[in-house]
């Protein structure tokens, strides 16, 4: 079946950690693929990653992806607490009638 | 600058029940979409429309209708609501759909159905 997979499901870190969230995926078709960050409303969208091995860095956040091994991590440095959120990782084929959503994972940042 | 904007934000219906869930975007995309997100499942894809004048079927499409009124409005309709159908639902835009695109997602903020 085709589907997104992430890890971990949940994670709570203190303010400072540095966090890294997983996504794989099973290929056929592969375009793209998508990290988006949801707070209580709508995702608004991080990084589209497109080639293996380039990194896409914003501020604390930065993403990588691995063709070969089907991969994407999100890394975020010092953490803070704006940074709680469900993070969706997104994978999209030919057309966007095959976009797959990961489940998505929630990250809690205390002080 | 607004962006997608959905109305209404909550509804609670009773099963049985009809209702349409409005989504409009300002920013002159061809793409609009549907989803649902429940609960550890991501979001699923109900239906979207390429361009206007026409929509097509996701991967959850049962139990629902939509109108491509214009360019900017996507409209979905829940007939007889059931139980099931109680979830949040996102509108979504897109620039352009198809093998040239590689544009995000634009997300309305929501719509909290309850079904009861």
């Known amino acids: 079946e085709d589907k997104v997979v992430q890890s971990p499901l949940s994670l709570v870190v203190h303010e400072g950690d540095t966090v890294t969230l997983n996504c794989s995926y099973e290929?056929?078709?592969?375009?793209?693929l998508l990290w988006y960050k949801q707070e209580k409303k709508a995702p608004t969208f991080l990084f589209m990653l497109t080639s293996s091995g380039i990194e896409k860095k914003s501020g604390r956040l930065s993403s990588i992806l691995d063709k070969k091994e089907l991969f994407s991590i999100l890394n975020i440095t010092a953490t803070q607490t704006g940074d709680s959120a469900v993070y969706l990782c997104?994978?999209?084929?030919?057309?966007?009638?095959?976009?797959?959503f990961g489940p998505g994972t929630s990250l809690s940042v205390i002080p | 600058n607004a962006g997608v904007t959905q109305t209404p934000k909550f509804q609670v219906l009773k099963t049985g029940q009809s209702m349409t869930l409005q989504c409009a975007q300002d920013m002159n995309h061809n793409s609009m979409y549907w989803y649902r997100q429940d609960p550890g499942m991501g979001l699923r894809l109900i239906y979207y429309?390429?361009?206007?004048?026409?929509?097509d079927k996701g991967e959850v499409p049962n139990g629902y209708n939509v109108s491509r009124l214009n360019k900017r409005e996507f409209s979905l309709r829940l007939e007889s609501a059931a139980p099931s159908q109680t979830s949040v639902y996102f509108c979504?835009?897109?620039?352009?759909?198809?093998?040239?695109?590689?544009?995000?997602?634009?997300f309305g903020n929501g719509t909290r159905l309850t079904v009861t």
């Open positions: 997104v994978r999209m084929k030919t057309s966007y009638d095959k976009v797959i």
């Open positions: 290929v056929t078709n592969f375009r793209s």
């Open positions: 429309s390429a361009s206007e004048g026409t929509t």
């Open positions: 979504a835009s897109s620039p352009s759909q198809g093998a040239g695109s590689n544009s995000p997602l634009h």
